[in-house]
């Protein structure tokens, strides 16, 4: 687990952590760190809406329903949240998307989502 420390952000810095209430991540660390083994790249550090997640979930994606199998309680409009990549460009390209937290969204988004797109709905740059 030390390499996950190492993680980079979509502009190549310190991944930030995205959130601890309720921890998300691939390895519920808080961080939207990835591996080989996620095959969904759930690196989009999300403030999820009810508009995103009523897309999602219409879509297949359902984020709202607690799935207490997985220690999951169902995400809500307000939480943070480290979403599919390729769910959000998705979204994005759908009129969907919710705002994200570009300095805690891992630079493996990048395969999935571009950078103008992320820019355009991050809500923690100056």
């Not at 919710?98 to 950078?115: A, G, M, P, Q, R």
Request: charged share 25%.
């Amino acid at each position: 687990m030390n390499n996950i420390k190492k993680q980079k952000n979509v502009l190549g810095e310190h991944l930030e952590i995205c959130s601890t209430d309720p921890v998300t991540g691939w390895y519920r660390d808080g961080c939207c760190n990835t591996d080989e083994l996620d095959k969904g790249t759930h690196t989009v550090c999300a403030k999820v809406t009810d508009d995103f997640l009523s897309w999602l979930k219409e879509n297949g994606n359902d984020l709202v329903t607690p799935r207490p199998e997985f220690n999951f309680e169902g995400l809500k409009h307000g939480d943070n949240w480290c979403v599919c990549a390729s769910w959000y460009a998705r979204a994005a390209k759908a009129g969907h998307a919710c705002k994200v937290y570009i300095k805690s969204t891992n630079i493996k988004t990048l395969d999935h989502v571009d950078l103008a797109t992320l820019k355009k709905n991050a809500i923690d740059l100056a």
